[in-house]
């Protein structure tokens, strides 16, 4: 970010390189994709963060544009009933839920997931787990890693039998 900044202000100079400068990139962010790339990198919204142990997926350890977090809270983005949303309930008292999950429509990007995806975003709105719906062992490691451990027994597929301990 820091170089960043000290580009724009190379730009305000009266100089005529920095005119040229100016000029050229002026036409290049005349380019839809280069201008979103740009303004990201000046906001800090293209910043991914490792998240180690995670499945790989396009929104691992990048911001969740749009979504809007409770101070201090995450946000799973599952849809009702899937057993993501189930073995989430130990998490309710950290852990917000929201519903209908469409990774293109609520984070304006593409993802590889389908109808039943999910996502986990952290309190500072980076995801830091993605799977699907099915995929409650994985989610439930990543709600006791980013969470800790849950509140009440952990259940899969609403079956009380079946409970899975916290990873840490």
């Known amino acids: 970010m820091l170089a ?3 580009a724009q202000m190379a730009l305000t100079l009266p100089d005529p390189d920095a005119v040229a400068v100016r000029e050229l990139l002026a036409d290049l962010l005349a380019a839809p994709d280069a ?26 350890g990048a911001r969740a544009p749009g979504v809007r977090l409770d101070a201090g809270r995450g ?35 593409t993802a590889a997931t389908d109808g039943t995806g999910a ?3 952290r309190p500072d709105g980076h995801v830091c787990w993605a799977g699907r719906g099915a995929d409650a062992d994985d989610a439930c490691a990543a709600l006791a890693r980013w969470f800790g451990a849950p509140r009440t027994p952990v259940t899969h597929r609403g079956d009380p039998r079946r409970t899975a301990a916290p990873t840490s």
């Open 119 to 121: 996502l986990l975003v």
């Open 4 to 6: 960043n900044t000290r």
């Open 75 to 109: 946000l799973l983005l599952a849809d009702a009933g899937t057993a993501v949303a189930v073995a989430a309930d130990g998490w309710r008292d950290r852990v917000d839920r929201g519903e209908a999950f469409d990774p293109s429509d609520r984070l304006g990007r």
């Open 35 to 60: 201008n979103r790339h740009v303004a990201a990198m000046i906001a800090g919204t293209d910043i991914r963060y490792p998240m180690p142990g995670a499945p790989d997926h396009p929104l691992l």
